[in-house]
């Protein structure tokens, strides 16, 4: 007699989820328009093909490829959002945003306060970043610390295909300025595929393993390097809670702080530099709420502080990998 098998979990990538995200929330929304550089077809969804096959959907009125302007991108979609519509803009690199810093931080971070809250802006600002490719010190910084401290901007960013669709249709939903920050080499890794309408939290965290030795916070492609890192802990003998954080601002603080309060020990992981980085707001948090029930002093595990490398080898040396993780939580162990 045969036996039937459990149909596997559709798979997708972080590339192809944002592209689903992006297609559904303009098919439930005619208000949701797409800008940015070589976003339209034929030119392929810009430049890794996020955005590729939209126009040929919904139209080059929703889909428009723009000058190479990082200013005229913000700036059209914070006078589109000012008038009903939902811009997602893309900005090829995240290094590229500093060309666009007084449309972010003046006009799309403030307008709101300016107003008394009567005007909001409703736009997503898409980039992506992350070393692994050999892009050089101008293509590759994780720059969220800069915008998380900017009062009025929301940022996220996501670790796996389904919460890249579940926090991008929450980021087109929001009334407020986000910024969705994409790493560039997680795009093409596949898993567990989201389900169509998929919502994600803004301000949520994920716990991914349950541990009561030490804590890891970390965001991004550190969780790819955390999960080995929890498993290599668990044939250790350390058992590790890792969490992701999903949001950067707003930040998950009682997620983190019920955690860390489990088990006395913290460790935050970015790619970013480490100096005045996430991993030193959350740090000081849990030092000022949480002092009393440390068993070790926050670690944080960051890039080095410098322009990221373009020398291959160097470029891996720079930022935390799963061994540095493994050897910091032994460290605050012991």
């Known amino acids: 007699m045969a036996t039937q098998t459990a149909a596997k979990p559709a798979k997708a990538n972080i590339l192809q ?50 000058p190479i302007s990082e200013q005229a991108i913000v700036g059209a979609a914070i006078g589109a959002s000012l008038v009903g519509f939902k811009p997602v803009a ?73 919460d890249a669709y579940g926090l991008m249709r929450s980021a087109i939903d929001d009334p407020d300025p986000m910024l969705f920050i994409e790493n560039l080499p997680t795009y093409w890794t596949p898993a567990e595929a989201p389900e169509k309408d998929h919502r994600v939290p803004i301000g949520k965290a994920k716990l991914l393993s349950e541990g009561g030795d030490v804590t890891i916070i970390a965001y991004a492609r550190m969780i790819q390097e955390a999960l080995p890192a929890v498993a290599q802990l668990a044939e250790a003998g350390i058992s590790a809670e890792l969490i992701d954080l999903r949001t950067i601002a707003p930040w998950d603080r009682d997620t983190v702080l019920a955690s860390v309060a489990r088990t006395g020990r913290a460790m935050i992981v970015h790619e970013a530099v480490t100096p005045f980085g996430v991993g030193a707001e959350i740090g000081s948090v849990l030092n000022e709420e949480l002092f009393g029930k440390l068993k070790a002093p926050v670690k944080r595990l960051g890039g080095a502080f410098c322009a990221v490398p373009f020398s291959k080898p160097l470029e891996t040396a720079f930022a935390p990998q799963t061994a540095d993780i493994v050897a910091a939580a032994k460290a605050l162990m012991a």
């Open 90 to 162: 893309e900005i090829m690199l995240m290094n590229f945003t500093t060309v666009a810093m007084d449309m972010i931080v003046n006009h799309a971070a403030k307008l709101r306060f300016m107003s008394g809250g009567q005007t909001h802006v409703p736009i997503v600002i898409r980039t992506m970043t992350g070393t692994g490719f050999a892009s050089g010190g101008q293509h590759c910084d994780y720059l969220e610390a800069w915008f998380a401290h900017t009062a009025g901007i929301k940022v996220v960013a996501p670790s796996s295909p389904r």
């Open 17 to 66: 989820a944002i592209n689903a995200a992006i297609a559904d929330a303009m098919e439930a929304d005619d208000n949701v328009v797409v800008l940015g550089e070589d976003v339209a077809d034929p030119e392929e969804g810009g430049v890794c093909g996020v955005t590729k096959g939209l126009s040929s959907r919904f139209g080059d009125a929703r889909v428009r490829s723009t």
